[in-house]
Structures are given as structure tokens and as C-alpha cells.
């Protein structure tokens, strides 16, 4: 029979509670790096219609001019 001292019981409680720790920070790291990446297309994608309308702006100022 096994004797239950501090030894016996902290060793498995402290591997317990690290791997609860690592599973808790690595999906909120995830999900942190899944929002950050939606961010960056949605400000690339702003960025690039707002682009996109400046551009079509001038071609139709320049194209309107007649000489």
C-alpha cells in the first residue's frame, strides 16, 4: 500500500495545475492571435476600398477634363 504524504500528493497536484495552466494560456493565445490576424484583414481590406475609391476619383477627375 502507498503512503500519502506531502510528496505523494503535491507532485501530481502541481503537474495537474502547470497543465491546466498550459492549456488555458495556449487557447488564449490562440484565440488572441485568431482576433488579431481578423483585425489586420479587416484593416487591410478598408484600407484597400478606401484605396481603391481615391484612385477611381482621380481617373475619373482626369478622364472628365476635356481639352
Known sequence: MVKI???T??????AFTMA???FT???S??????TNAQNQ???????SRQWKSTEGDKTKT??????
Do not use: E, V
Open 5 to 7: 504524504n506531502a510528496k
Open 9 to 14: 500528493i503535491m507532485a501530481p497536484a502541481a
Open 20 to 22: 491546466c495552466l498550459l
Open 25 to 27: 494560456y495556449t487557447r
Open 29 to 34: 493565445s490562440i484565440r488572441a492571435a485568431r
Open 41 to 47: 484583414r479587416d484593416a487591410h481590406k478598408h484600407q
Open 62 to 67: 482626369r478622364g472628365s477634363s476635356t481639352r
